[in-house]
């Protein structure tokens, strides 16, 4: 085929030009032009216009639905993987849609993600376009969590790696969103399993880069699934009924801040995508989080966290805290053989980071060194006494007696536990700051080197920071503590999310 914007993306595995002409590209493509529409409004089409399959969309189409020689479809898995906003929930509800419509008798297809949430962002925008056509929602009848054909006694689902009970299921075609975000295999295997009765199942799935390991510290689904793919294209390992397209930089070490990385991950730079997004987001987003979800790449996360002399930059050791200030307080602790740290920031546009305390086991002191949890305490009531505190954020992680304690006497006590979900937001707002500038700290030694001391992991939320397993005895809780202070008041009006009155 000519050459196109967009494609081919950087790993395709082969399909022979006469599968592609046999097969149901070009139908399904029709299909969704003429029965789907925009959903929401965007750069590239109002709400409500039929959507326009682009020129690299109808390529990959094409080469998913081919049919081989005695008619079948080619394919039984395939893998997508292409950076955010590239129109991917769109393509999928569509397909979704296509295949409910043009599918078998009696056929089944699903929506799966790791969460009910993520499932339902596919089948929400399939559920949408339905409601936003005519002819659409005169074939098709709506309900909750499905979508039924009447005609052929074929519906289409959600589910979710949170659902137990999977058994019974026959599907045709499964939709799975952000593969990278699975927490394990068994949801893949068993849909894939499930589809072991159809002539011509698809399991799809539809993502951007992610994590490589999972919580077992095995490859991840999706990483496993992109290397067998690269093997696949690569020509190392012959499988006809596994195709993979997968954009990302040729170069792995490519300046993910140069413009001319950009369209290598994303075949809708400039068209679903806009090229000043990418321009501002690379000013207030960590590296290693834009290359995975902006170039789309596999990314090693031992690097250091914030780009160097970052933080150092924003000391301000003439700006100084005064009584009765309106400042949130973060504690991060542990008992023994680690560290415990207080962080005040001041509540205002710019927040103010100071050192309220820390208790720190050094190389000199006895192996069974323990922190002074009375200590602590008395230090944080004299902070209370001193400064207008909104707030004493904890993770409650063994400190679950203290927080009671001091919520007794009165003291705005929350807990704060470091889960993902709470943590990968504040992390990135932090990231933002330091490096624009939009903080100031005391230039405490001790708070720059935690910092310094911070690396990243990718958990399926985004990424946190952590300490670099090389050097594990590298402290970095005034870090982890700084982040939950400047989180907190930065957004007080927030202060309610992802915190909860203990």
């Not at 297809?109 to 596919?122: E, M, P």
């Not at 949890?373 to 993770?395: K, T």
């Not at 006497?409 to 889960?419: K, N, R, W, Y």
């Not at 230039?443 to 911070?454: D, K, P, Q």
Request: hydrophobic share 40%.
């Amino acid at each position: 085929m000519p050459r196109v914007r967009g494609w081919p993306p950087r790993w395709l595995t082969p399909v022979p030009p006469a599968d592609i002409r046999r097969g149901d590209g070009r139908l399904y493509a029709d299909f969704i032009e003429a029965t789907c529409r925009v959903t929401k409004d965007s750069i590239a089409s109002a709400a409500g216009k039929p959507m326009e399959m682009r020129p690299w969309q109808t390529a990959l189409l094409g080469r998913i639905l081919a049919r081989r020689r005695d008619g079948k479809l080619r394919h039984r898995q395939a893998l997508i993987g292409v950076a955010r906003k590239n129109g991917k929930s769109a393509l999928a509800a569509g397909i979704a849609l296509a295949g409910l419509v043009l599918g078998p008798e009696g056929g089944e297809a699903y929506s799966c993600a790791a969460d009910r949430d993520q499932a339902r962002i596919v089948f929400g925008t399939a559920r949408r376009m339905v409601e936003l056509d005519t002819e659409l929602s005169g074939l098709l009848k709506l309900y909750r969590d499905a979508i039924e054909y009447r005609k052929t006694g074929s519906v289409y689902r959600v589910l979710s790696a949170e659902s137990y009970t999977k058994e019974g299921l026959n599907p045709h075609l499964v939709l799975f969103d952000e593969v990278h975000a699975q927490p394990n295999r068994e949801l893949w295997d068993v849909m894939s399993l499930a589809m072991g009765a159809r002539v011509e199942p698809l399991l799809l799935g539809i993502t951007t880069a992610g994590v490589k390991t999972d919580s077992s510290g095995k490859d991840s689904l999706c990483y496993g699934l992109y290397q067998y793919g690269q093997r696949v294209a690569s020509g190392e390992v012959k499988d006809e009924s596994f195709f993979m397209a997968w954009w990302e930089p040729a170069i792995a070490s490519v300046d993910h801040r140069e413009p001319s990385s950009w369209p290598a991950g994303n075949p809708a730079l400039g068209d679903l995508v806009a090229v000043e997004d990418f321009a501002s987001t690379v000013l207030r987003t960590p590296e290693h989080s834009f290359r995975t979800k902006r170039l789309n790449q596999w990314v090693s996360v031992a690097e250091a966290w914030l780009p160097p002399g970052a933080f150092e930059s924003c000391t301000d050791r003439e700006r100084t805290l005064e009584a009765g200030d309106d400042v949130a307080l973060a504690v991060d602790g542990s008992y023994n053989n680690d560290s415990t740290a207080i962080v005040v920031a001041t509540m205002e546009a710019k927040p103010h980071l100071a050192v309220g305390g820390l208790w720190e086991r050094l190389p000199d002191d006895a192996v069974d060194w323990t922190v002074d949890i009375m200590e602590v305490e008395a230090r944080i009531r004299e902070l209370a006494s001193v400064y207008n505190v909104s707030g004493i954020y904890f993770d409650p992680f063994r400190w679950a007696r203290s927080m009671q304690v001091l919520e007794d006497e009165g003291l705005p006590v929350v807990a704060f536990p470091q889960s993902g979900s709470r943590m990968v937001p504040a992390t990135a707002r932090f990231y933002e700051a330091a490096v624009n500038g939009l903080l100031t700290h005391d230039g405490n030694a001790a708070l720059i080197r935690h910092v310094a001391n911070c690396r990243v992991k990718a958990s399926a939320a985004g990424l946190m920071v952590t300490k670099d397993a090389k050097t594990s005895s590298r402290k970095i809780d005034l870090a982890v503590t700084a982040i939950m202070a400047f989180d907190r008041a930065s957004i007080p009006e927030e202060a309610d999310i992802g915190a909860q009155a203990f």
